[in-house]
């Protein structure tokens, strides 16, 4: 390269006008696409005093953002040495699930009870303590699930989660319940099993039965067909995507992923509608000391309607389970997962992956040739702390009788899952379970507490923040 054009370049790069160079193998020096670093705040319990098994969050459209987790019933950890932190499951116990609402950034949290008040149960005519999961609809309500093993309610927001006055008790029957949001007072009702698909319109108040569907976990609203098209996870390798709200569907096989333990296929969608599957393994229980743990990801091009090429992260030696994954503007993409380290199988911490180029870019290099890079992530310890010392159990809710007297390997207080989301400025946050708390006795809590976890620096998922409105009057106040 000629001085004064390498000169320039530098100057540039000074400057932030172009991005980092490489030297590729061809010894052609090409712009890089590599991720700002990411860091996260010091976690923080949204509540020490109550379970919160597999939590799950939603950003409501005057930017508050609420959390709503399992209530430990299945999740109870019964080494008796834990009997001492039974408060945390008895406290304020109404058989449904646990929310909680943040208006500062999740600095501070309110439990939510009835009609706003911060005890008590959420909704009058609604039941079940497990399997929560957040959606909201084009009019802005925000609705939630539970179960009893078998019954599964919906109830819904119309006050940006202060409240949830409106209940469906029985929805339909079946475990595993996932939610979509539709046009306003339309939500969409996944039951993974028996697998059935369901549709309301007026608020989730009654349903009616659609075709089966071949998704099987949480599905979105496909920002490219926003009043009628909705897009879905087909195990780990696939997705579907229907266009008239959910009478049929088109699959399309052929992530390629590589081993993934979780009980549900992982998906997001980004602003732009194309679509993100990761796969997270290498655990496979109590006994597992290998540090063989790979965590892989591909996209899914809606303007080619192809799958792209494997990529696997760059994580350290260790093992991995339970990955989750979001998306916000066209290309940015952040993923999560539990990671353990070599040397230390038992020590389990909530990892982050992020990536501004997630479908891969194509740069002009010096001599003017292109060249395609694939998604760079950067990866960070979000916890920095371990979330779990233990065994992890991986039989779902068999864990409970499955092992005996065999207590660590029968430990299930994390659930399932864990999840990540962004607020209203795109900053990233992680809302897990943590079982690192002491019971009153200073033995282990019969259940995790739900905590989390903010992005303190680094690339937003989100180019502009997204808009705001003012917070909705607490229902069924006219004024406020």
């Not at 990955?323 to 199988?345: C, E, F, I, N």
């Not at 694939?374 to 991986?394: E, K």
């Amino acid at each position: 390269m000629r001085r004064g054009l390498r000169g320039l370049i530098l100057l540039s790069l000074l400057l932030g006008l172009l991005p980092a160079t490489s030297i590729d193998a061809q010894g052609v020096e090409c712009p890089t696409v590599e991720p700002p670093k990411l860091e996260f705040d010091t976690p923080t319990y949204i509540d020490r005093d109550r379970a919160g098994g597999e939590p799950v969050s939603i950003v409501a459209e005057d930017g508050s953002i609420s959390v709503s987790a399992h209530a430990g019933t299945t999740h109870i950890y019964k080494n008796p040495e834990a009997a001492g932190g039974a408060g945390d499951f008895l406290v304020g116990y109404t058989n449904q699930t646990l929310n909680w609402r943040s208006v500062d950034g999740g600095k501070t949290w309110r439990y939510i009870g009835l009609a706003g008040l911060r005890e008590g149960p959420h909704t009058v005519t609604s039941t079940g303590f497990s399997d929560p999961d957040f959606a909201m609809d084009m009019g802005g309500r925000i609705y939630n699930t539970e179960i009893d093993l078998a019954n599964v309610a919906v109830f819904s927001s119309v006050d940006d989660g202060q409240s949830y006055p409106f209940g469906n008790p029985e929805a339909a029957s079946g475990d595993r319940p996932w939610l979509i949001g539709g046009e306003p007072d339309e939500v969409y009702l996944y039951v993974n099993l028996p697998k059935t698909f369901w549709r309301s319109t007026n608020g989730g108040l009654t349903f009616s039965l659609l075709p089966t569907p071949p998704i099987n976990a949480k599905g979105y609203r496909d920002p490219r067909n926003e009043r009628n098209g909705l897009i879905g996870p087909v195990g780990t390798n696939g997705i579907a995507i229907s266009s008239n709200k959910g009478q049929s569907w088109t699959t399309y096989n052929g992530a390629n992923l590589g081993p993934n333990v979780d009980f549900f296929g992982s998906l997001a969608v980004d602003k732009a509608g194309h679509a993100y599957k990761m796969a997270a393994g290498g655990y496979s229980g109590s006994t597992d000391t290998t540090p063989n743990g790979i965590v892989t990801y591909n996209y899914f091009d809606r303007d080619t309607n192809r799958w792209g090429q494997r990529v696997t992260i760059p994580t350290p030696p260790g093992d991995a389970l339970w990955p989750w994954l979001v998306a916000g503007d066209d290309g940015r993409v952040a993923l999560t997962w539990y990671q353990s380290l070599a040397g230390k199988p038992r020590e389990f911490y909530a990892f982050v992956a992020y990536t501004h180029n997630a479908r891969g870019t194509t740069v002009t290099c010096e001599d003017g040739s292109t060249r395609f890079i694939p998604p760079q992530f950067t990866v960070v310890n979000a916890s920095q702390r371990p979330i779990h010392v233990g065994a992890i159990c991986l039989d779902g809710t068999a864990c409970n009788w499955n092992h005996g007297t065999n207590w660590d390997n029968g430990d299930r207080r994390l659930g399932d899952f864990f999840t990540i989301n962004h607020d209203h400025e795109g900053n990233l946050f992680v809302v897990t379970t943590d079982t690192m708390l002491k019971s009153p006795t200073g033995g282990p809590k019969p259940v995790g507490n739900p905590l989390f976890i903010k992005q303190k620096t680094g690339d937003r998922i989100l180019a502009q923040p997204a808009p705001t409105r003012k917070t909705r009057c607490l229902w069924p106040l006219p004024s406020c």
